[in-house]
């Protein structure tokens, strides 16, 4: 996903499932909501391990700088 810079289908997934009504049980929804916590968790704690840059909700500061080409005179 970092490297193709794309969406998670997993979560357009989870979206459709609500959205239809296919979630007819308020324990499904709890059950749902976890297993989202839990995998979000997991996946911020094994990037920063790894040392992979994986935003969390903003731009850090400079990292802007160093991908944008600069222009030549």
Do not use: C
């Not at 979206?15 to 239809?20: F, N």
């Not at 976890?34 to 731009?59: C, E, F, P």
């Amino acid at each position: 996903m970092i490297l193709f810079k794309a969406g998670s289908s997993p979560a357009g997934a989870t979206t459709l499932i609500i959205s239809l009504g296919i979630v007819t049980r308020p324990l499904y929804l709890v059950v749902i909501e976890v297993a989202v916590a839990l995998l979000v968790l997991q996946a911020i704690a094994i990037n920063r391990l790894a040392g992979v840059d994986y935003r969390l909700w903003a731009r850090r500061v400079g990292s802007a700088d160093a991908s944008t080409p600069k222009e030549s005179r």
